[in-house]
């Protein structure tokens, strides 16, 4: 099974936890047979590498051969998709209060400015909130589904005006700011 890299994109589903009305199913039979009452088996067999029949199997409560990692995915796209206008209406009302969104991250970075780019080895350990723009930014790419590095970008657009460049004027904030090996992050709102 390949590998899932959805660092940023699993803390914003899990920081969405406490904003939900209800719980989600805990079992993975269960969580299947919701997941299944939105989405077709063979148009969600692909996302949790199994096959349609493994998953109609499984939704039936036979989990005999269930995986860890079937039931990480399941667990993963149960979180994605659990309650989305609740999720729509807690970012929207975060997003037009100024609320906070805050940020904890443990990654290494690297910097392009106009005479080049600059790889720091440091491993940054940080918790910042981000500016109102880049949460919105954020919440709305996570809404349309973007892929991981689409959510890496604006995370590392919003930490380098956050943290490296709050310091700095405005005409001397042209450095571009990327994370490049990112270890851990956790989102609180």
Same mark, same amino acid.
């Given at each position: 099974m390949p590998p899932t890299n959805t660092a940023v994109a699993? +803390?914003?589903?899990l920081a969405d936890e406490r904003h939900w009305t209800r719980r989600p199913p805990a079992r993975p039979a269960a969580r299947l047979r919701h997941?299944?009452?939105?989405q077709a088996a063979p148009l969600l067999a692909p996302s949790l590498f199994a096959y349609p029949q493994a998953l109609t199997r499984w939704a039936d409560g036979d989990t005999s051969d269930l995986?860890? +990692?079937h039931a990480t995915l399941i667990e993963h796209e149960i979180y994605r998709t659990w309650q989305p206008e609740v999720r729509r209406r807690a970012h929207q009302q975060i997003v037009e209060h100024d609320g906070c969104v805050t940020v904890q991250l443990h990654a290494r970075f690297s910097f392009t400015t106009a005479s080049g780019e600059f790889h720091d080895p440091r491993l940054y350990r940080l918790t910042e909130d981000l500016p109102t723009l880049h949460a919105r930014r954020l919440f709305d790419a996570r809404h349309r589904d973007a892929d991981e590095a689409d959510l890496r970008r604006i995370l590392a657009d919003g930490i380098g005006e956050a943290y490296f460049?709050?310091?700095l004027p405005p005409d001397q904030q042209q450095a571009a700011v990327t994370l490049t090996d990112l270890h851990h992050v956790h989102f609180h709102y």
């Open positions: 699993h +803390a914003l589903d997941l299944l009452q939105t995986t860890p +990692a460049f709050r310091a």
